[in-house]
């Protein structure tokens, strides 16, 4: 009887051991994709606000301003002229605001999805580990312990997590 406990018990730990990697795959995946979905609606928001820009500065060449304003009669048309200038000036700094605003918002977003990817390799790299043996004849999948690799292969592969450290911190 005690021996179906300690059984039990152990089938338990080492199903928690392969489901909660699965669901935190799953949630760095969705995390990701939440992430894409957000970076596609920057985009098409930049992309529209660049064409209101180009709008805007076609629209405050004083020929335009001047031909916005034909229809209207003044007796001062002067002041019309730089009421309407003004007006887009306005309009051209509160669009620029805003595409700097969604700039910083899209490097911000880039930055998180490119850890979210990370967070989903790592945690695929733990199922790849932790379920299964290896294939022999695909080196990609062999897995090494510590002993097995020579301390020049080690070296190696922590210049390359620095590189990969100092390019994530350049691009932020």
């Known amino acids: 009887?005690?021996?179906?406990?300690y059984v039990l018990v152990g089938v338990l730990i080492v199903s928690c051991f392969v489901v909660i990697p699965g669901?935190?795959?799953?949630s760095a995946q969705e995390r990701a994709a939440n992430l894409r979905a957000q970076l596609?609606?920057?985009?098409?928001?930049?992309?529209e606000l660049?064409?209101?820009?180009?709008?805007?500065e076609e629209d405050?060449?004083?020929?335009n301003i001047e031909h916005s304003l034909a229809g209207i009669g003044s007796t001062h048309p002067e002041d019309l002229r730089e009421a309407r200038r003004r007006q887009l000036d306005i309009e051209k700094k509160g669009v620029q605001s805003h595409l700097d605003v969604l700039a910083a918002s899209r490097t911000r977003l880039e930055t998180a999805i490119a850890a979210a990817d990370a967070e989903v390799y790592r945690t695929n790299a733990v199922i790849g580990t932790g379920t299964g043996s290896p294939q022999t004849n695909n080196p990609s999948t062999v897995i090494r312990n510590r002993s097995t690799v020579g301390s020049a292969t080690r070296r190696r592969h922590q210049v390359k997590k620095r590189r990969l450290a100092r390019?994530?911190?350049?691009t932020e």
Do not use: G, N
Not at 60 to 63: G, L, V
């Open 1 to 5: 009887m005690l021996c179906r406990i």
């Open 23 to 26: 669901v935190a795959q799953e």
């Open 40 to 47: 596609t609606e920057i985009q098409t928001k930049q992309a």
């Open 50 to 56: 660049q064409t209101r820009l180009q709008q805007v």
């Open 60 to 63: 405050i060449k004083p020929e």
């Open 167 to 170: 390019r994530t911190k350049a």
